[in-house]
């Protein structure tokens, strides 16, 4: 059975910072291209940042609006992916969701239970 459990979230003023965690089971992260997403009340699901898979790291996609402020990483010997936020800003309160996707003949596709990121003073 496979299970993204996202963990690090909570309420944190603006400028701050905070890392999300997203621990994995069932699968071999460094299979899958992780990423993360996130859902603002009111909106749209939208993708943040991205990364492919790869034994020694991996190329990095972000939305516009978190460059510079937000890293995707990957420890492969943890199974982990994490998402490094600073500066956070109030439009960055959403509950984020933690994806793997596998292309093939098939495209493999899971998600976590999400976990709320509330930036606020």
């Known amino acids: 059975q496979v299970k993204l459990v996202e963990s690090g979230g909570g309420l944190v003023q603006p400028g701050g910072s905070l890392r999300l965690s997203c621990g994995a089971s069932?699968?071999?992260?460094?299979?899958?291209?992780m990423g993360w997403y996130r859902q603002a009340p009111g909106k749209q699901r939208e993708l943040v940042a991205t990364?492919?898979?790869?034994?020694?790291?991996?190329?990095?996609n972000y939305l516009d609006s978190v460059k510079g402020r937000f890293t995707i990483s990957r420890d492969n010997a943890k199974n982990t992916v994490y998402l490094q936020m600073n500066s956070l800003k109030p439009e960055d309160t959403a509950v984020y969701y933690c994806?793997?996707?596998?292309?093939?003949?098939?495209?493999?596709?899971?998600w976590g239970q999400g976990i709320q990121v509330t930036v606020s003073s």
């Open positions: 069932g699968i071999i992260v460094s299979l899958y291209t």
């Open positions: 990364i492919t898979s790869g034994g020694s790291g991996g190329s990095t």
């Open positions: 994806n793997a996707v596998r292309k093939g003949v098939t495209d493999i596709t899971y």
